[in-house]
């Protein structure tokens, strides 16, 4: 993965509106926080392979960055995203990886199903 270069991901997002294509999403912070500290609060979020069609697509922010999609019934949003890439597979790969590296939150866009 590289650094997010917004004009680069705003295209990959706008050639991607308005196809239905196959949602991953997840934050956590429970899997590095939990174990160092007992008393430290962990939240997390995961969806897979749940079909959506957004009408348009943003990024926004300096850095860590935000992307919305809009559908036609509301938002998607992600943010804290730092890195991206698209795989030899034409997924879009988003990351949010903390000063440590470690991930906190992913988003990925890809017109097949994910696989288990």
């Known amino acids: 993965m590289k650094s997010i270069q917004p004009e680069a991901v705003q295209e990959a997002l706008n050639e991607r509106a308005g196809e239905t294509l196959y949602i991953h999403l997840e934050t956590t912070n429970g899997a590095y926080a939990s174990h160092n500290d007992a008393s430290f609060f962990s939240?997390?979020?995961?969806?897979?392979?749940?079909?959506?069609?957004?009408?348009?697509?943003?990024?926004?922010?300096?850095?860590?960055?935000?992307?919305?999609?809009?559908?036609?019934?509301?938002?998607?949003?992600?943010?804290?995203?730092?890195?991206?890439?698209?795989?030899?597979?034409?997924?879009?790969l988003f990351a949010g990886h903390d000063p440590e590296g470690r991930l906190a939150a992913a988003l990925e866009l890809s017109r097949e199903p994910f696989r288990k």
Request: cysteine-free; aromatic content about 12%; glycine content about 14%.
């Open 43 to 92: 939240a997390g979020a995961f969806i897979r392979n749940v079909e959506l069609r957004y009408i348009h697509g943003r990024i926004a922010g300096e850095g860590p960055y935000r992307i919305g999609l809009e559908t036609s019934l509301g938002w998607l949003y992600a943010e804290g995203l730092t890195d991206w890439e698209i795989d030899d597979q034409d997924r879009v």
